[in-house]
């Protein structure tokens, strides 16, 4: 990690108190649910723990979208989203958006955004206005599909865990099921076989096309360890080398299965 980062586990407020360092730290900075493995933060305990030790809160909102989960309702003081991924929706975009609570904060990114020149250019705007159009439904059908595929991948051989908020099981649902409105169109699994099962497994599918974005209404498939998060090998962020990540999309959902099953074996 870079000079004045503290990594610290988000589903814990208390070892994020921990990492803390009084009268330095000003940001703490939350992805919920998190890439790949899919844990869920309590941004309503992490904007008390934050504002108490004098900073904000800023949450990574990209994997639910504005649709699925608010987080300035719970307390955060500034949502950062990728508005390549599912606000615009449709892989033809390439952008981003803070969205502030604070009149004073929102004056200040608007006064480094025109001075670094950080502008999206006019059609990628209306891309995105394009995109957000469509966002509500698009985002059902995200849950919809995720939640059959996740329902297949549970009690296939091939899989030895399965990483969703949407699952009972996952250590974190509870909180999920509190402040999301639905457990979206992400879905991570590892492989039982190992590293090398997965790597065929990405590269035998027909629907889900090996690619390493998301939020789109085509389904994507990658392989985190060699792909997104090649760049934390050997840190403690490093993800399992069997760990397969999927972005499931708008296609017809039994399709998707059977391309799974498929490229399982």
């Known amino acids: 990690m870079g000079p004045g980062l503290h990594p610290a586990a988000l589903t814990d407020p208390d070892a994020v108190a921990a990492a803390i360092v009084p009268g330095r730290t000003k940001v703490v900075w939350v992805e919920t649910p998190t890439n790949p493995l899919l844990n869920i933060a309590d941004i309503a305990a992490l904007a008390d723990v934050a504002h108490a030790a004098g900073a904000i809160l800023v949450v990574d909102n990209t994997f639910a979208s504005p649709y699925l989960q608010q987080p300035l309702r719970l307390g955060a003081d500034v949502v950062v989203h990728s508005t390549t991924k599912y606000l615009g929706g449709h892989s033809d975009v390439v952008g981003g958006a803070l969205v502030a609570a604070d009149a004073e ?13 950080a502008v999206a250019g006019p059609f990628d705007s209306w891309l995105v206005l394009r995109g957000i159009k469509t966002l509500g439904v698009r985002m059902d ?125």
């Open 141 to 265: 059908r995200h849950n919809a599909n995720a939640a059959a595929v996740v329902d297949m991948l549970t009690s296939h051989p091939a899989v030895s865990q399965v990483f969703y908020p949407g699952l009972p099981d996952h250590p974190n649902h509870d909180v999920a099921a509190r402040q999301m409105r639905g457990f979206g169109g992400m879905v991570s699994f590892r492989v039982a076989a190992g590293e090398d099962a997965a790597l065929k497994a990405v590269n035998r599918t027909a629907l889900f096309t090996l690619a390493e974005s998301l939020g789109g209404v085509e389904s994507l498939i990658e392989h985190p360890g060699r792909m997104t998060h090649a760049s934390a090998a050997g840190s403690p962020l490093e993800v399992p080398a069997d760990l397969v990540r999927l972005s499931v999309g708008l296609e017809t959902v039994t399709d998707l299965v059977a391309d799974l099953e498929h490229a399982l074996g």
């Open 105 to 117: 904060i929102g004056e200040q990114l608007a006064y480094h955004q025109n001075a670094m020149g």
